[in-house]
């Protein structure tokens, strides 16, 4: 069952120099409990996809058309207010810099609790400091760090504090926005499979950005292909990265090293158009080498092939 639901979605920056077409009409469902990894090239509105859910997008950003169906219920169409209440404890956010939402000013247990007691999911203080430490432990840190500044902790440390402050309000999905970009490989693992105990253990569902689609395949159920603003293929993670449909899935996994074979990285050649003035068309004609006729003159929509995969390749 979908616990999720984007249908059409348009967003837009309205910047002086023009309107930047950042998620261009984009369709998408996550069932309850899967991890679904958005992956992509820097610039291709990963991103601003993913803001988009709890409504988190910023002027000159604007969502301009589409709905945003949460358990029924389309976010889009609730007042600010009525929105707020389903950020964090609904759908929890984690992002590559912790350090600009964790208040280096408090201990890292006084924001959690607080948080905590914001939402009503602690009767008193000392309720949501016990749960403050439960959530600590749950993602690997002792209780009794509670007590330190976020300037006390490592990277990867205040990485798990922030997943720990997510996940004490029990969110049902968790979107995480290149949670380890900026961490070494050890700890990317860590963070990542603690992020696959949650899932498992909690049944929380996962939406992952991220440009590494090899981190992607390795936990992800299922992979969603962004390309200039409009998702170019979706389906099961390893099948999508071991028999990509879409060129540009194909190119974008040649352009990784592969940790079980031996093969030619190959960078994509070229770079993503400008989404002020995007290429007619197949926005990814001017980069494929299996472009054709049609690819200029026809506008593709995802289509659905067999084995719970789609695509939007005009070719294949
Ligand atoms: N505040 C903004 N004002 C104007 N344009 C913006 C703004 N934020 C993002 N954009 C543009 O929207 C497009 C999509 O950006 P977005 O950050 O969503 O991509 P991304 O896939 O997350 O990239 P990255 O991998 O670099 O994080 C880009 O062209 C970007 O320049
Ligand atoms: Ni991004």
Redesign the pocket.
């Known amino acids: 069952m979908a616990i999720l639901e984007i249908r059409g979605l348009k967003v837009y920056?309205h910047?002086l120099s023009g309107i930047?077409r950042?998620?261009d009409g984009v369709s998408l469902s996550i069932d309850k409990g899967e991890w679904l990894s958005i992956v992509?090239?820097?610039?291709?509105?990963?991103?601003?996809?993913?803001?988009s859910i709890p409504r988190l997008i910023?002027p000159?950003?604007r969502i301009v058309e589409g709905r945003i169906i949460y358990s029924g219920v389309d976010l889009l169409g609730l007042a600010d207010d009525e929105v707020r209440r389903y950020r964090g404890r609904e759908v929890g956010m984690v992002f590559q810099d912790p350090t600009a939402y964790l208040d280096p000013y408090r201990t890292v247990g006084s924001q959690i609790a607080e948080a905590l007691l914001e939402h009503g999911l602690a009767f008193d203080r000392r309720e949501a400091e016990a749960l403050t430490g439960d959530a600590l432990e749950l993602v690997g840190i002792p209780r009794d760090r509670a007590s330190v500044y976020p300037h006390q902790l490592s990277g990867g440390q205040r990485q798990r504090v922030a997943i720990a402050a997510a996940v004490a309000l029990e969110p049902k999905i968790l979107i995480a926005?290149?949670p380890t970009t900026a961490l070494d490989v050890v700890v990317q693992a860590k963070i990542m499979d603690l992020m696959k105990r949650l899932q498992e253990e909690r049944g929380l569902t996962v939406l992952l950005?991220t440009?590494d689609i090899g981190l992607a395949a390795e936990y992800s159920d299922r992979i969603a292909v962004?390309y200039a603003?409009e998702l170019v293929e979706v389906g099961p993670a390893v099948e999508v990265v071991s028999h990509p449909i879409h060129p540009y899935t194909e190119m974008l996994v040649n352009s990784v090293p592969d940790p079980w074979e031996d093969r030619e990285i190959k960078p994509i050649p070229g770079s993503p158009p400008d989404?002020r003035n995007p290429p007619p068309g197949c926005r990814f004609h001017p980069r494929c080498p299996l472009r054709q006729s049609v690819c200029t003159a026809t506008e593709p929509t995802l289509k659905r092939v067999d084995g719970g995969r789609s695509h939007s390749c005009l070719i294949r």
């Open positions: 920056y910047t930047v950042a998620v992509g090239e820097s610039g291709s509105g990963k991103s601003t996809l993913a803001l910023m000159p950003g926005d290149e950005v440009h962004m603003g989404l």
